[in-house]
């Protein structure tokens, strides 16, 4: 069973970056579909985008309109969120979830495991 651990969030002035990090350990990261998801209070939880097995392939939400890049460095095990133009409204709890397969799905319910969340603050 393999555990995911976020880090990176923080507080950043609009239209700054930050990038998180999601480290797996007790798996092979390369084993897994990732994805990165971010949820406020109140609100659905919302796909942020994913990347397969190999890194050959992401897919993002609508939302993101290519200020976000998902990557991974299977070797550390390790799936970056790197992202630029923050908005007012990006504020969140910022997950990232693995899933056993190699389709890559933009539903929380079709991932496996989750990490504890970091949480990103957008100032303006």
Known sequence: ???????GGGLVQAGGSLRLSCAAS??????YVMGWFRQTPGK??????????SG?????????????????DNAKNTVYLQMNSLKPEDPAVYYCAARV?????????????????TQVTVSS
């Open 1 to 7: 069973q393999v555990q995911l651990v976020e880090s």
């Open 26 to 31: 007790g798996g092979t990261c390369s084993s």
């Open 44 to 53: 659905e939880r919302e796909f942020v985008g994913g990347i397969k097995r």
């Open 56 to 72: 050959d392939s992401t897919y993002y939400g609508e939302f993101v309109k290519g200020r976000f890049t998902i990557s991974r």
């Open 101 to 117: 397969g190699r389709l890559l799905f933009s539903q929380g319910d079709q991932y496996d495991y989750w990490g504890q969340g």
